[in-house]
Antibody, heavy 126, light 110 residues
Framework: EVQLVQSGAEVKKPGESLKISCKGS????????IGWVRQMPGKGLEWMGI????????RYSPSFQGQVTISADKSISTAYLQWSSLKASDTAMYYC???????????????????WGQGTLVTVSS | QSALTQPASVSGSPGQSITISCTGT?????????VSWYQQHPGKAPKLMIY???KRPSGVSNRFSGSKSGNTASLTISGLQAEDEADYYC??????????FGTGTKVTVL
């Protein structure tokens, strides 16, 4: 079964750093892009960025460029989303999702997100 | 890169058909045949319902169908059922290796 399992909920203070994870199983982790999506409380989905674990090629939404860092460790089939200095406005649910099809060339366009991780709730409060 | 525009809410009675629109620009929805749709129940992760405008993944009911005309994509749910009550989001490739989601639509089954 293809599955993405995310790390557990986090409660942090403003200014702290954080790295959350997304572990893939049941497929060739290095052959599919992994995307990250934010959902603020009561709000819609926002595409943050994407990484190809095979070579760590990473792309960001202009809205999130410089605000977060996406990385991956292909040896343990895990993608990461990290912040160096959290703000209260980072409070949200964060989802990872696999981009299909396998080996898609992003510059050509296309792709759909499936499956999704269960989400990681990040709460930033003083 | 602005979010695609969806109606905030759509409602229908059981058995009826409803259509959710997703309006973008020629740089996203209108420029590519790469629109997907996701269903999200409260407290749950999104689930893929339609990809590449009109293709249905295995396991998704054939009551769900997708289409596109110009800069607007649409998701139609026919034979509306209580279990279809959820939030729905469209997503489009937006060029330069980026993607954009819609604003989301809450579907209510009356």
């Amino acid at each position: 079964e293809v599955q993405l399992v995310q790390s557990g909920a986090e409660v942090k203070k403003p200014g702290e750093s954080l790295k959350i994870s997304c572990k893939g199983s049941g497929y060739s982790f290095t052959s599919y892009w992994i995307g990250w999506v934010r959902q603020m409380p009561g709000k819609g989905l926002e595409w943050m960025g994407i990484i190809y674990p095979g070579d760590s090629d990473t792309r960001y939404s202009p809205s999130f460029q410089g605000q977060v860092t996406i990385s991956a460790d292909k040896s343990i089939s895990t993608a990461y989303l990290q912040w160096s200095s959290l703000k209260a406005s980072d409070t949200a649910m964060y989802y990872c999702a696999r981009l299909n099809p396998e080996g898609i060339q992003l510059w050509l366009g296309g792709g759909w997100f499936d499956p999704w991780g269960q989400g990681t709730l990040v709460t930033v409060s003083s | 890169q602005s979010a695609l525009t969806q109606p905030a809410s759509v409602s229908g009675s059981p058995g009826q058909s409803i259509t959710i629109s997703c309006t973008g620009t020629s740089s996203d929805v209108g420029g590519y045949n790469y629109v997907s749709w996701y269903q999200q129940h409260p407290g749950k992760a999104p689930k893929l319902m339609i990809y590449d405008v009109s293709k249905r993944p295995s396991g998704v009911s054939n009551r769900f169908s997708g289409s596109k005309s110009g800069n607007t994509a649409s998701l139609t749910i026919s034979g509306l059922q209580a279990e279809d009550e959820a939030d729905y989001y469209c997503c489009s490739y937006a060029g330069s290796s980026t993607y954009v989601f819609g604003t989301g639509t809450k579907v209510t089954v009356l």
